[in-house]
C-alpha cells in the first residue's frame, strides 16, 4: 500500500486545515486509517484513526472535538479536518494504514504497516 498526504501549511492559531491521504494498491486489506504527528524532539504521536469497514473512529484526548477524521473508501482516501488549531498542534502528520485486525482500534505506530512521507503542519501564535 502506498500512501500520498497532503494539505499541510502555515496557519494562525484558531484556524483550520484538512489533510488529506490517498492510499494506491493492496487497499482492500486495509482494516484502519490513520493519522499520527511527530514535533520536534518529541516521539510519533496518536491524532486519531477509522475503521475502512464501519467507519467508527477514536481520537485522542487532546484532539476530541477539534479534529474529525473521515474516509472515502470508493476514492481510498481519508481525511483529517482539524479545527481550532494551537501552536501545539504543529507537527509533521503523518498519514498511515493497518492491515492487522484488532479488537478495538489501535493507536500505536507499531500497529500500523505502510506510512505516507508526512505533511508539515505549522501553527503560529
Known amino acids: 500500500v502506498q500512501l500520498q498526504a497532503s494539505g499541510g501549511g502555515l496557519v494562525q492559531a484558531g484556524g483550520s486545515l484538512r489533510l488529506s491521504c490517498a492510499a494506491s494498491g493492496r487497499t482492500f486489506s486495509v482494516y484502519y486509517m490513520g493519522w499520527f504527528r511527530q514535533a520536534p524532539g518529541k516521539e510519533r504521536e496518536f491524532v486519531s484513526a477509522?475503521?475502512?469497514?464501519?467507519?467508527?473512529?477514536v481520537y485522542a484526548d487532546s484532539m476530541k472535538g477539534r479534529f474529525t477524521i473521515s474516509r472515502d473508501n470508493a476514492q481510498n482516501m481519508v481525511y483529517l479536518q482539524m479545527n481550532s488549531l494551537k501552536p501545539e498542534d504543529t507537527a509533521v502528520y503523518y498519514c498511515a494504514v493497518s492491515l492487522t485486525y484488532y479488537s478495538s482500534i489501535p493507536g500505536r505506530p507499531y500497529q500500523y504497516k505502510y506510512w505516507g512521507q508526512g505533511t508539515q503542519v505549522t501553527v503560529s501564535s
Open positions: 477509522i475503521r475502512r469497514s464501519g467507519g467508527d473512529t
